[in-house]
């Protein structure tokens, strides 16, 4: 059985910290690329960072670009996102999200929530 478990999300003040995890099971993990989406309420699902299966590429979105890592440990299947000096527009569900020709799964999310 497939599954993407997304952890670490929560309520924080602006400028806090807080790092994601996503592991993964029930597929060959290290070969797929991996990424993390978000979702705010009301708008549509925005892509945040991409890793390539052996993490040697990153990209992150313009709006992130300074303040978010991605990186993966393949021996753990996991995928994490560092997310520093958050902001309230950074508030949104954050997806997990592996990928590779013709195959794909998503997790089920983990609520960012950022106060002012």
């Known amino acids: 059985q497939v599954e993407l478990v997304e952890s670490g999300g929560g309520l924080v003040q602006r400028g806090g910290s807080l790092r994601l995890s996503c592991v993964a099971s029930?597929?060959?993990?290290?070969?797929?690329?991996m990424r993390w989406y978000r979702q705010a309420r009301g708008k549509e699902r925005e892509l945040v960072a991409d890793?390539?299966?052996?993490?040697?590429?990153?990209n992150l979105a313009d709006s992130v670009k300074d303040r978010f890592t991605v990186s993966r440990d393949n021996a753990k299947n996991t995928v994490s996102l560092q997310m520093n000096s958050l902001k309230p527009e950074d508030t949104a569900m954050y997806y997990c999200?592996?990928?590779?020709?013709?195959?794909?799964?998503w997790g089920q999310g983990t609520q960012v929530t950022v106060s002012s």
């Open positions: 890793i390539s299966s052996v993490g040697g590429s990153t």
């Open positions: 999200y592996a990928h590779r020709v013709f195959r794909d799964y």
């Open positions: 029930g597929f060959s993990f290290s070969s797929y690329a």
